[in-house]
């Protein structure tokens, strides 16, 4: 059975930082594409990051790019989200996912789903 655990989530100010974790179990995750969404209350689930296999290429929502780093240890089947200079409007739910296929920028393109962590930023 696929799981893939978020934490680190929290209550934080404008202008702090945070560092997400999505430990993954029953899977080869040396295998899978890894990525990150967030989903804002009243809002669509959007792509924020995702890293290559080997963690060799990584892509980034615009939104977040130049603030956010997604890095994953292969070893410790993790993959992070390091979040830094939040903004009011980083609230939400991250979410990570995983998928064999490679990275793709839609939900729709991963199979598996943690069940999220909530980032608060206070302004």
């Known amino acids: 059975q696929v799981q893939l655990v978020e934490s680190g989530g929290g209550l934080v100010q404008a202008g702090d930082s945070l560092r997400l974790s999505c430990a993954a179990s029953g899977l080869t995750f040396s295998d899978y594409a890894m990525a990150w969404f967030r989903q804002a209350p009243g809002k669509e689930r959007e792509f924020v990051a995702a890293?290559?296999?080997?963690?060799?290429?990584?892509l980034y929502a615009d939104s977040v790019k130049g603030r956010f780093t997604i890095s994953r240890d292969n070893a410790k089947n993790t993959v992070y989200l390091q979040m830094n200079s939040l903004k009011f409007e980083d609230t939400a739910v991250y979410y990570c996912?995983?998928?064999?296929?490679?990275?793709?920028?839609?939900?729709?393109?991963?199979?598996?789903w943690g069940q999220g962590t909530q980032v608060t930023v206070s302004s």
């Open positions: 996912a995983a998928d064999l296929l490679g990275v793709d920028l839609t939900p729709e393109g991963y199979t598996y």
């Open positions: 890293i290559t296999v080997s963690g060799s290429s990584t």
